[in-house]
């Protein structure tokens, strides 16, 4: 089940029943996170979106009113706090590409005179951390100042005020992990020699529920981060160590300017331009908590705060070993909040490089699959074999084991037996067939085949092969062998799904 980290804080009641809570910003990274944990407490849930067809791919989304409207409209967001006593406000303008700081401030003028007008008992707010006595960046400004306007609105309000949260999925964390992971050399800002206290999303989470609770006295602005204090640079380190890769070799330079650092990181890294020179601009200055007067108000955790190395592996754990696309699928009610989720943006989760092929077969889905099950050693992989023999031959040349292990029965297959280069990982006759590869690379690498039954009564073929790179090599190698998987992968596929296949149009 979802791991709960809030079970052990009380809901918010009224008149015996827990809370009614409005989520806004629901599809984004926090917003998606946090309905699960609301939900854990029997809270009552409702939400305010544009479009709800955004929603369809969440676990929760059967278990939560939907709102549709826009916060921009102020009878909307009047419509859709009536009735509430308790409001998440986890909205933001950070994409929008002008005036988003005139935005931000609109969006909060009009949520906070709907939530006076509606009486609401209660606003948490997750804003950012900033350094005060500095002239802040156009995107902290426009955070502080939004916090200002919901307290001043009379509701009772707290404003969490975070640096960078450490979870798959979070724009400051993904920015972190695809420079780390991509260069081993890098020269950056002389910035990141600033001091910043990274938070893990689990601990966000706790405080976001627990502050529901805190007496409807108290309203003011709470700095939330870890364990940890470092630079910038020192976490790039300590994500490297975490993730098992080499030190890498940064020099910091003072000539970089934010727009040239974002630039820089937008080619490096899949984050959006726009977003990345925000969230670089909010770097210029230190990040650290002015002090933990939180901790007083929601209890920390048993165990305590999450460390950064506990809460980078927390992160990492898209792709371990044994565990590959049911990690992320569609709808799904396991893992953790540092996990990624099938509704976070493309670039979120770190790397995972998939070269998938479908075919449609006329023959049973049996046929199919006794040559699925039949691949590999003496009866080979396709008319591509002498490829994957040449792979083998430079596996063996490198120290790995090449295909010289062949296979065990040239027709049946056990999990956990090996197979050429590969280890039998899951078989679940006659719908999946996963290999984990044992060769020697720059990654983790999977092949995997499912086939279903089509209501026309033809099997599809689904091959999927699936590659997590480590480091800078790990990229190249993945687009140096790219044209090789042109030749070979159709090949394979076409030919374990039988003469009379067809490739399928709903890849």
């Given at each position: 089940m979802i791991?709960?980290?809030?079970a052990?804080l009380?809901p918010?009641?009224?008149?015996?029943?827990?809370?009614?809570?409005l989520?806004?910003?629901?599809t984004g990274?926090?917003?998606g996170?946090?309905?699960?944990?609301l939900?854990?407490?029997d809270?009552?849930v409702?939400?305010?979106?544009?479009d709800?067809?955004?929603?369809r791919?969440y676990?929760?989304?059967?278990q939560?009113?939907?709102?549709?409207?826009d916060?921009?409209?102020a009878?909307?967001?009047?419509?859709?706090?009536?009735g509430v006593?308790?409001?998440?406000?986890?909205?933001?303008?950070l994409?929008?590409v002008?005036n988003f700081?005139?935005?931000?401030?609109?969006?909060?003028?009009i949520f906070?005179?709907?939530?006076t007008?509606?009486?609401?008992?209660?606003?948490?707010y997750?804003?950012?951390?900033s350094?005060?006595?500095?002239?802040?960046?156009a995107h902290m400004s426009?955070?502080?100042?939004?916090?200002?306007i919901l307290?001043?609105s009379?509701?009772?309000?707290?404003?969490?005020?975070?640096g960078?949260?450490?979870?798959?999925?979070?724009?400051?964390?993904?920015?972190?992990?695809?420079l780390?992971?991509?260069l081993p050399?890098?020269?950056?800002?002389?910035?990141?020699?600033?001091?910043?206290?990274?938070?893990?999303i689990?601990?966000v989470l706790?405080?976001?529920?627990?502050s529901?609770?805190?007496?409807?006295k108290?309203?003011?602005?709470?700095?939330i981060g870890?364990?940890d204090?470092f630079?910038?640079l020192e976490m790039?380190q300590?994500y490297?160590?975490?993730a098992?890769?080499?030190?890498?070799?940064i020099i910091?330079?003072?000539?970089?300017?934010?727009?040239?650092a974002?630039?820089?990181?937008g080619l490096?890294?899949?984050v959006?331009v726009?977003?990345?020179r925000r969230?670089?601009e909010?770097l210029?200055?230190e990040?650290?908590?002015r002090?933990?007067?939180?901790r007083?108000?929601v209890p920390?955790?048993p165990?305590g705060?999450t460390?950064?190395?506990?809460?980078v592996?927390?992160?990492l754990?898209?792709?371990?070993?044994?565990e590959?696309?049911?990690r992320?699928s569609?709808a799904?009610?396991?893992?953790?909040h540092?996990?990624p989720l099938?509704?976070?943006p493309?670039?979120?989760?770190?790397?995972?490089?998939?070269?998938?092929r479908?075919?449609?077969?006329?023959?049973s889905?049996?046929?199919v699959?006794?040559?699925v099950?039949a691949?590999?050693?003496q009866?080979g992989?396709?008319?591509?074999t002498w490829?994957?023999?040449?792979?083998?031959?430079?596996d063996?040349?490198?120290?790995?084991?090449?295909?010289?292990r062949g296979?065990?029965?040239?027709?049946?297959?056990?999990?956990?037996e090996?197979?050429?280069f590969?280890?039998v990982e899951k078989i679940d006759?006659?719908?999946?067939?996963?290999?984990?590869?044992e060769?020697k690379?720059?990654g983790?690498?999977w092949?995997e085949?499912?086939l279903s039954?089509?209501?026309?009564?033809?099997t599809?073929l689904?091959?999927?092969?699936?590659f997590h790179?480590?480091g800078?090599?790990?990229h190249?190698y993945?687009?140096?062998?790219a044209?090789?998987?042109?030749?070979v992968?159709p090949?394979?596929?076409r030919t374990?799904?039988?003469?009379?296949?067809?490739k399928s149009?709903?890849?």
């Amino acid at each position: 089940m979802i791991e709960n980290v809030t079970a052990d804080l009380s809901p918010l009641m009224v008149d015996g029943k827990p809370a009614t809570v409005l989520v806004t910003g629901a599809t984004g990274y926090i917003g998606g996170r946090l309905i699960r944990e609301l939900l854990s407490h029997d809270y009552k849930v409702r939400v305010l979106v544009r479009d709800p067809e955004k929603l369809r791919d969440y676990p929760w989304v059967d278990q939560v009113e939907i709102i549709k409207g826009d916060a921009f409209d102020a009878e909307s967001v009047s419509s859709a706090l009536e009735g509430v006593h308790l409001a998440y406000y986890l909205l933001h303008a950070l994409m929008a590409v002008e005036n988003f700081e005139e935005k931000e401030r609109d969006l909060a003028r009009i949520f906070a005179k709907a939530a006076t007008d509606n009486k609401l008992k209660r606003i948490v707010y997750l804003g950012g951390m900033s350094s005060g006595g500095e002239k802040l960046s156009a995107h902290m400004s426009a955070r502080t100042q939004t916090g200002e306007i919901l307290r001043d609105s009379g509701v009772p309000t707290i404003e969490l005020r975070a640096g960078v949260v450490i979870g798959s999925g979070s724009a400051s964390f993904e920015m972190l992990r695809h420079l780390t992971e991509r260069l081993p050399f890098m020269v950056t800002p002389k910035w990141l020699l600033n001091r910043i206290q990274p938070i893990a999303i689990r601990d966000v989470l706790r405080y976001l529920v627990g502050s529901a609770t805190i007496d409807p006295k108290i309203s003011g602005d709470y700095d939330i981060g870890g364990p940890d204090v470092f630079t910038y640079l020192e976490m790039m380190q300590q994500y490297a160590l975490a993730a098992g890769l080499r030190r890498r070799v940064i020099i910091p330079l003072p000539v970089l300017t934010p727009k040239l650092a974002s630039g820089w990181i937008g080619l490096v890294t899949p984050v959006p331009v726009t977003l990345a020179r925000r969230l670089v601009e909010s770097l210029k200055h230190e990040v650290v908590a002015r002090d933990d007067s939180i901790r007083q108000l929601v209890p920390d955790a048993p165990g305590g705060l999450t460390s950064f190395q506990d809460a980078v592996k927390f992160a990492l754990t898209r792709v371990k070993d044994f565990e590959v696309e049911t990690r992320w699928s569609n709808a799904r009610t396991e893992g953790t909040h540092s996990e990624p989720l099938p509704t976070d943006p493309d670039w979120a989760g770190g790397s995972l490089y998939v070269d998938h092929r479908e075919y449609l077969s006329d023959e049973s889905i049996a046929e199919v699959w006794a040559r699925v099950e039949a691949i590999g050693g003496q009866n080979g992989y396709s008319t591509g074999t002498w490829l994957w023999e040449l792979r083998g031959i430079m596996d063996r040349m490198i120290g790995g084991v090449g295909l010289r292990r062949g296979r065990r029965d040239p027709n049946h297959l056990m999990e956990g037996e090996a197979l050429d280069f590969w280890r039998v990982e899951k078989i679940d006759r006659p719908h999946l067939l996963r290999l984990r590869a044992e060769m020697k690379l720059p990654g983790l690498a999977w092949l995997e085949f499912q086939l279903s039954t089509t209501d026309s009564g033809k099997t599809l073929l689904s091959q999927k092969a699936y590659f997590h790179p480590r480091g800078l090599f790990g990229h190249t190698y993945w687009w140096m062998v790219a044209p090789m998987h042109t030749i070979v992968f159709p090949s394979m596929a076409r030919t374990l799904a039988g003469k009379n296949s067809r490739k399928s149009q709903n890849r």
